[in-house]
């Protein structure tokens, strides 16, 4: 994979990490933080799990795009149809029966004496 180079006033250039690495090591913090809210069973495993959704999505396009003209293309576009993509499609599956399993917003009986607001007719 290429590397990020950027030119200095003098004309040298130096190496950083590529955007790619950087971007695989925040998939992979966003990985671990949503099974630790998953192990733990905490609520906001949702919002982890949607984001991470989100990153493979990115990851996949990301990596298939820079390897477009390259022989690592097939080897990019099978990652992303085969495990990218599917783990995307089952997390955010999850969080959607997460969510419909919710009562959100709480449901209240009415006190006595409550009663529910009109209707208006518009």
């Not at 917003?105 to 006190?111: D, G, K, V």
């Amino acid at each position: 994979m290429s590397d990020i180079r950027t030119e200095l006033d003098g004309g040298a250039t130096t190496r950083a990490p590529s955007a790619e690495v950087r971007f695989d090591v925040l998939l992979v913090l966003a990985m671990a933080c949503t099974a630790l809210l998953g192990w733990r069973r905490h609520r906001a495993v949702a919002v982890a799990a949607t984001a991470t959704a989100a990153l493979l999505i990115c990851d996949a396009w990301f990596d298939v795009s820079l390897a477009l003209g390259t022989p690592d293309v097939w080897l990019s576009a099978g990652l992303a149809l085969c495990v990218e993509l599917p783990l995307a499609v089952y997390l955010i599956r999850k969080v959607l029966g997460m969510l419909s399993l919710a009562q959100w917003p709480p449901r209240t009986s009415l006190a006595d004496g409550d009663h529910e607001p009109a209707q208006q007719d518009c």
